[in-house]
């Protein structure tokens, strides 16, 4: 994910620690497509200045 969001001038803006707890909630079933869509939503931010 985050390479795609590089590539198209963004970034993340949240710590590595709330990355991978992202990444194993989505892989144990644990969101939802709407809550991922919104935890992206709120934490990306244009990498482009």
């Not at 994910?1 to 590595?16: H, K, P, Y």
């Not at 909630?25 to 497509?33: E, I, P, W, Y």
């Amino acid at each position: 994910m985050e390479g795609f969001l590089i590539l198209n001038g963004a970034e993340l803006s949240a710590c590595v620690d709330e990355r991978e707890q992202l990444m194993l909630d989505v892989a144990a079933g644990r969101l939802t497509r709407e809550q991922l869509t919104t935890w992206i939503e709120h934490h990306v931010k244009s990498a482009l200045r």
